[in-house]
């Protein structure tokens, strides 16, 4: 079974440049998830998708973060203008509606200039 | 708002002595704790998940306690091996399917 797969693995933008991130969940999996993880400590939740439903955004900077999840498979995030703050990993992880553990994908790593 | 600390930040211990993590959480109300494993450059794998209703699991050298009444979790990992070397996560889950997570612990095993 493939794991949940995230491109680009590694991103290099200049601050006020545009980014995007892209998600691919454990096929099945109706419940998908963007963490963003700074250098050193652990994730924190970004936004939680239930289907096409986004139904936790309320730690998703909405000024310059926005996110889908069209036909509730794939999803993307974007950053615009990225800010030398949004330096960090971004990890996207997927669960069944009901089930207690999530699997994650490798992350992409963004560095901003 | 839930809190997960993990101590030490970092931990070296010699190939062969046993590996004693902890993680705190502040808010009892939890439906699971879970214990991840994150090599550098990759994303979480998960070792262990504890119930709410249980006290311990255990799979091969690892083992993992819960006192949910203290807040509290230990990850044993038994003679240890150049190959532990990682850090490790906890995370509590809570309602609405939300995993947090503590900081993590950096792991090096020296041979």
């Known amino acids: 079974e493939a794991g949940v797969v995230q491109s680009p693995r590694y991103k290099i933008i200049e601050k006020k440049q545009p980014v995007a991130f892209w998600c691919n969940p454990i096929?099945?999996?109706?419940?998908l998830y963007w963490y963003r993880q700074n250098l050193g400590q652990g994730p924190e939740l970004l936004i939680r998708?239930?289907?096409?439903?986004?139904?936790?955004d309320s730690q998703l900077p909405k000024d310059r973060f926005s996110a889908e999840r069209l036909k509730g498979v794939d999803s993307t995030l974007k950053i615009q203008p990225a800010e030398l703050g949004d330096s960090a990993v971004y990890l996207c992880?997927?669960?069944?509606?009901?089930?207690?553990?999530?699997?994650f994908g490798p992350g992409t790593r963004l560095t901003v200039t | 708002k839930q809190e997960v600390t993990q101590i030490p930040a970092a931990l070296s211990v010699p190939e062969g002595e046993n590996l004693v993590l902890n993680c705190s959480f502040t808010?009892?109300?939890?439906?699971?704790l879970q214990w991840f494993r994150q090599d550098p450059g990759k994303g979480l794998t998960s070792l262990l998940l504890?119930?709410?209703?249980?006290r311990e699991q255990t799979s091969g050298r690892l083992n993992a306690s819960l006192d949910k009444s203290s807040g509290r979790s230990t990850l044993y990992i038994a003679a240890s091996q150049p190959g532990d070397s990682a850090t490790y996560l906890c995370?509590?889950?809570?309602?609405?399917?939300?995993?947090?997570f503590g900081g993590g612990t950096r792991v090096l095993v020296k041979p």
């Open positions: 998708y239930e289907n096409e439903e986004a139904v936790d």
């Open positions: 808010d009892s109300a939890i439906y699971n």
């Open positions: 992880a997927s669960s069944t509606r009901t089930a207690y553990e999530q699997y």
């Open positions: 995370a509590v889950k809570a309602a609405g399917n939300k995993l947090t």
């Open positions: 096929s099945g999996h109706n419940t």
């Open positions: 504890i119930q709410s209703s249980q």
